[in-house]
């Protein structure tokens, strides 16, 4: 069926060092795409990334980033 736009599930702020291909590689590799931001202060909005991998959880998706050196803050939006 036909999916609507992405729904940002996650708030994060990454350190300003990275780089663009880092950011792109680093929300890959946790199934995510950014919907949104850099706000002025560095937050980005992210969402589950289209394809096979987008059943990933929001958790699997969160860990893999707060593992990340770069990745200075995440946390779930909640749904309102």
Do not use: K, Y
Request: hydrophobic share 40%; aromatic share 2%; charged share 15%.
């Amino acid at each position: 069926g036909e999916t609507g736009p992405a729904v940002a599930t996650i708030r994060a702020v990454l350190s300003s060092a990275m780089t663009i291909s880092q950011i792109q590689a680093l929300l890959r590799s946790c199934g995510l795409q950014a919907v949104g931001g850099p706000s002025e202060a560095g937050v980005w909005s992210l969402a589950p990334a289209p394809g096979p991998d987008s059943a990933n959880t929001t958790e699997s998706a969160l860990q893999r980033l707060r593992a990340h050196a770069d990745v200075r803050f995440a946390e779930p939006i909640s749904a309102r």
